[in-house]
């Protein structure tokens, strides 16, 4: 992937656009991040975020990384440079990862690395985490710029949680007025039944009902 480095305060622009156009929030994030490793000039990047329920941090995207290594480390909120990051909502920015005691070991070759929080109505979400083969890679500037977009990152995803529960309850009420059209259409009831689980098979693509 092409780390040409980009104007940063254009690059929140061009975002702030995205974020007021795009029908693809999926797609948002993963120009947020390619942003942020390009504004850096770095070789590798994650978003993640925080699974609360088990109390760990998810990729949703990333760039430069093994995607299977990606997935097996599953860092605890509090372990390591992004979970202390997640656990605090402060950014860290790390220009020697061998001096961290918190850095945790993915990848061999990385000697720096940035950190910033995604943050949404005072409440940690996730993080953007960036990483470079060079020491000294990053400065205070660039952490700033980085939280912005991560800050922006966060308010995408609370938009993107938005609309899928917008679209899980329009499916629901769909499928609730389907089954109501086949109740007051018979009175057998195995025709009944037989339509609900047609009706709840085709909605939520059931593999299995009864």
Known sequence: MSTKKINPI?????VATAMNSTQDP?????LI?????????VESGSLMLIDEKLGVLDAVTSRGMNQQVLRETKLKIGQGITGV????????????????PDYIQIKEEI????VAPMIVDDSI??????????????????????????NQAGQVFK????????EQKTKIQS???EISKVVTTTLDLNEIFDAIMSTIEKSLRLEKGS
Do not use: P
Not at 33 to 41: A, E, G, N, P, V
Not at 95 to 100: A, E, I, P, Q, Y
């Open 10 to 14: 254009q690059s929140i622009h061009d």
């Open 26 to 30: 999926d797609g948002l994030l993963e």
């Open 33 to 41: 991040l390619d942003r942020c490793i390009q504004i850096c000039s």
């Open 85 to 100: 990051v997640a656990s605090t909502g402060k950014a860290k920015l790390i220009n020697d990862v061998s001096k961290d």
């Open 111 to 114: 000697k720096s690395a940035l």
């Open 125 to 150: 979400i996730g993080i953007i985490s960036l990483d470079s083969n060079r020491l000294n890679a990053f400065t205070s500037e660039i952490l700033e710029i980085v939280s912005v977009l991560a």
């Open 159 to 166: 938009n993107l949680q938005t609309i899928r529960n917008l």
């Open 175 to 177: 499928t609730l007025i």
